[in-house]
């Protein structure tokens, strides 16, 4: 069991499942969020929690400027701040009232996870990305074959764009034309991904999961991350692409770790459907929102000298050394997002997927692509890409 009492640290965060890698009866470990049924539901009245009732959803740096916020931080000796994503308005926040704030710096963050400046800091690693270039949108051309278009910064695939057209090309041109845009080859097939440690000793490679992406209802974006799962990974990958998939990420880590990265980042990599070739496709740089459930399944199968991947990712931080990560085979989650024309949620079906032995989380979001319902369970739902298996269709048929 982790002991942070002698290095207390405050959560802060919009949603507290992000908070919940760790056992809220971790000594030392305290957690600020918004108020939500949910929440309320599992925090049992300890005094190691604060959830603000605002008329709105607030983010972390609101929730840090938040008075009630700032007394219960300073109630605490010399407090650790952790955030499930930095920015440098979290940075200055912390700086002015003199808080240690664990996570890398931001301006490291946007450098490796942003997707221009991500070309370029790869370096010799550019090697694993598909065919990929640079350029000034307007100056962008169409020659009959699709390709991927990014912005620099997007979430959960927001800013990925599949150009299937000329027209679809110049409304895009026409909108931003002098923004710079990321071109890269499409490649048709599976993502796989993984959340990894950037320890003090070691670079910690996560459990490789299937990615389950872009699949209504649960979203109506082609490439919106919708979820995750563990136990399908070794009927779609063999050996070779596996050893392959893990040399990519200790690479990326170690270039990471040069440049002063610590604790947790995530890779993504497609393998394309007609050579089972593995391309690496994104780089998260922060905790992915995976991590959380993954640490979760983790506890089942745990053992003397191993630890859960937010165990690790908080060791990292602290600067403490961590040996090996808690291996799972099994496990899945699929996140429901805000759109249009979506499924009814009401009691009787959030107790039907209860009945069916699926944890569920509602949220109070309201933001377009952001969480609604997260369903996790312990097997897997999945049977190959983009198609559910006998427990994924239980779960349509519920939300149909």
């Known amino acids: 069991m982790l002991d942070l009492s002698q290095d207390p640290t405050i959560y802060i965060t919009r949603d507290i499942e ?16 918004n108020y939500s049924d949910f929440a309320k539901s599992i925090i049992k009245n ?15 740096w609101q929730l840090l400027k938040n008075r ?11 407090p650790n701040i952790l955030v499930f994503k930095n920015t440098t308005q979290i940075e200055q926040i912390c700086k002015e009232n003199n808080w240690n704030l664990l996570n ?25 990305l598909p065919p990929t270039k640079v350029k000034i949108c307007k100056d962008v051309r169409y020659k009959d074959e699709s390709f991927i278009l990014q912005f620099n910064r997007s979430h959960t695939g927001s800013g990925t764009i599949l150009i299937e057209s000329k027209k679809q090309l110049g409304e895009i041109q026409k909108k931003f034309p002098q923004r710079n845009v990321r071109i890269t080859k499409y490649i048709e097939g599976p993502v796989f991904t993984s959340n990894n440690i950037v320890a003090k000793n070691k670079i910690l490679i996560g459990n490789i999961n299937y990615q389950i992406t872009g699949l209504r209802p649960f979203t109506n974006q082609k490439f919106a991350t919708i979820g995750n799962d563990w136990g399908v990974v070794k009927k779609m990958l ?9 040399k990519i990420v200790n690479e990326a880590g170690e270039k990471m770790q040069q440049d002063g990265w610590k604790g947790l980042f995530g890779i993504d990599i497609v393998v394309e459907k007609s050579t089972g070739k593995l ?6 740089a922060r905790q992915p ?33 961590v040996e090996k990560l808690i291996k799972i085979e099994d496990g899945t989650q699929i996140i429901l997002r805000n759109q249009y024309q979506l499924p009814i949620i009401n009691c009787q079906l959030l107790e039907m997927l209860q009945k069916e032995n699926f944890k569920v989380i509602q949220y109070n979001n309201t933001k377009p692509g952001s969480d609604l319902l997260r369903i996790q369970g312990k097997t897997s739902i999945i049977k190959s890409h983009n198609k559910f298996n006998e427990t994924g269709k239980k779960i349509l048929s519920l939300m149909s």
């Not at 009630?68 to 010399?78: A, G, H, P, R």
């Not at 063999?238 to 893990?246: A, E, H, L, P, S």
């Not at 979760?296 to 690790?312: E, R, S």
């Open 18 to 33: 992000r908070a919940m890698g760790l056992n809220f009866n971790t000594r030392g470990y305290y957690i600020i969020s």
């Open 46 to 60: 300890k005094n190691s929690i604060l959830l603000l009732k605002e008329k709105e959803q607030l983010d972390t």
């Open 68 to 78: 009630k916020v700032v007394k219960f931080i300073n109630k605490i000796d010399s």
């Open 104 to 128: 890398p710096s931001a301006k490291l963050a946007n450098k490796i996870e942003e997707k221009i400046s991500q070309v370029e800091w790869l370096g010799e690693l550019k090697k694993y």
């Open 238 to 246: 063999d050996g070779k692409q596996i050893k392959q998939f893990k």
């Open 279 to 284: 391309y690496l496709i994104e780089i998260n």
């Open 289 to 321: 929102a995976s991590a959380t459930f993954e640490s979760q399944l983790q506890l089942d199968n745990w053992t003397i000298g191993q630890y859960t991947t937010f165990q690790a990712h908080l060791m990292a931080l602290l600067d403490l050394p």
